[in-house]
């Protein structure tokens, strides 16, 4: 099994920063993708950042580009995600998910972790 744990979230003013972390354990054999969705209430959950483990590759919402940044450590199986210049709109529950395999001949499932509060106001 595969273990996904958040951190990092919390209240913050508008235009202020946060940093959300995320680490995966377990019995991880390669990870595909790490990466932030965020659901807001009465809203269907959607993609923040995600990037390829083994290249790099980031992807990103439009509604964050030029703000949000997404990083990884790959020998800690951990994935960050620094949230600058902050709005009301970015007020949700951002889970971190990995798209993992556990064995060389298993296929890569979704893991998704609890998900942390960020709540943005003033």
């Known amino acids: 099994q595969v273990q996904v744990v958040e951190s990092g979230g919390g209240l913050v003013q508008p235009g202020g920063s946060l940093r959300l972390s995320c680490a995966a354990s377990?019995?991880?054999?390669?990870?595909?993708?790490m990466g932030w969705y965020r659901q807001a209430p009465g809203k269907e959950r959607e993609l923040v950042a995600d990037?390829?483990?083994?290249?790099?590759?980031?992807r990103y919402a439009e509604s964050v580009k030029e703000r949000f940044i997404i990083s990884r450590d790959n020998a800690k199986n951990k994935v960050y995600l620094q949230m600058n210049s902050l709005k009301p709109e970015d007020t949700a529950v951002y889970y971190c998910?990995?798209?993992?395999?556990?064995?060389?001949?298993?296929?890569?499932?979704?893991?998704w972790g609890q998900g942390t509060q960020v709540t943005v106001s003033s």
């Open positions: 998910n990995t798209n993992t395999k556990t064995s060389r001949w298993g296929h890569y499932i979704d893991y």
């Open positions: 990037v390829i483990f083994s290249i790099g590759t980031q």
């Open positions: 377990g019995s991880i054999f390669s990870i595909n993708t």
